[in-house]
């Protein structure tokens, strides 16, 4: 049996090729630019799966735009907020994502971010790019240490807590939030503490919490001043985790020492701000984009839509 699918931006190959065995037709959104809505929605009109990501916003009108007989949004990505769950659980469309498998990828971005802005490496960079390095100084680009330092995690889940796991190369306490207790970083020494006690002590903090209207904005003015003024705050979750005009002021203000960003409040758009500050690192939401995790994901998510279009239990179900 053949079914009719949408993909909604070009995605690795190891994913197209899964669902071409099964699909036909079998379209691709475009990739020099975000899909439109009205493009989206058009592509959407018919088919009887669609894979997505996190990039286009799937409301209910784009939902109901899919027809009554489209089974399933497949989600490349593990966060669904840009997704009308309810909407998708009213039409009986199912939703997948793809968690576990980027995993790593973000964790070990969550520390090149940590590692950077800590040790200022952007800045050394540009330095020494612009011609006007003239030698080793004593005081030249001091950062801040990290071995013995005390790391401060929000939200220990599967990435939450594999950041942790890095930590014991360098020696760091280890400090966690989160709702409940974590045994692979009890098994590391990290204590479970409230919100304030890990801004309070920690020397860097990494936010992993997935975006819900309890987490939107969770760091804003009066957390950031609770932090150490010599503190970094890394965030690979989701931009609205983080009030983004509150962070600026605070990098601009000396209130914290420096941020690590892969997610932006109202991306792609960023503060211009924030991209003025030397003591920001700003990189494109890359938390996943190694060659093989990215594969990973495509297949993952072209197999969860295949399992739900010929009648099978996905993977991967994303429940409400």
Request: glycine share 10%.
């Amino acid at each position: 049996m053949s079914y009719n699918v949408f993909v909604t931006c070009p995605i690795p190959q190891a994913g197209i090729d899964l669902l071409a065995v099964q699909c036909a037709p079998l379209d691709v959104g475009p990739g020099d630019r975000p899909i439109a809505k009205a493009d989206l929605i058009e592509g959407v009109r018919g088919r009887d799966g669609v894979l997505c990501s996190i990039g286009q916003p799937i409301d209910e009108e784009v939902l109901a735009a899919a027809g009554k007989q489209c089974r399933v949004f497949a989600n490349y990505g593990v966060g669904v907020d840009h997704i009308d769950l309810p909407a998708a659980s009213r039409l009986g469309i199912v939703v997948t994502n793809t968690p576990g498998v980027l995993t790593d990828a973000t964790a070990d971005l969550a520390w090149a971010l940590l590692m950077s802005a800590a040790r200022r490496v952007v800045e050394g960079d540009r330095l020494v790019r612009s011609g006007e390095w003239t030698g080793w100084n004593p005081m030249q680009l001091r950062g801040l240490d990290v071995a013995g330092a005390t790391l401060g995690i929000i939200g220990a889940g599967r990435i939450g807590t594999a950041v942790g796991q890095r930590s014991t190369g360098f020696r760091m306490k280890v400090l966690y939030v989160d709702q409940r207790e974590s045994p692979d970083l009890d098994a590391i020494g990290a204590r479970r503490v409230d919100l304030s006690t890990c801004l309070a002590e920690s020397d860097f903090v990494s936010l992993h919490t997935p975006l819900t209207e309890e987490t939107c904005h969770l760091i804003s003015s009066a957390e950031l001043k609770a932090m150490k003024p010599s503190a970094v705050l890394i965030n690979t979750a989701r931009g609205p985790v983080v009030d983004e005009a509150a962070l600026v002021t605070a990098l601009k203000d000396g209130v914290i020492a420096a941020a690590g960003l892969d997610v932006y409040e109202n991306e792609p758009v960023i503060t211009a701000e924030l991209l003025a500050l030397d003591n920001a690192v700003c990189l494109p939401h890359l938390g996943s984009a190694t060659r093989s995790t990215r594969s990973r994901m495509a297949e993952m998510a072209a197999a969860d839509l295949l399992a739900v279009l010929s009648g099978r239990e996905p993977g991967h179900r994303v429940v409400l």
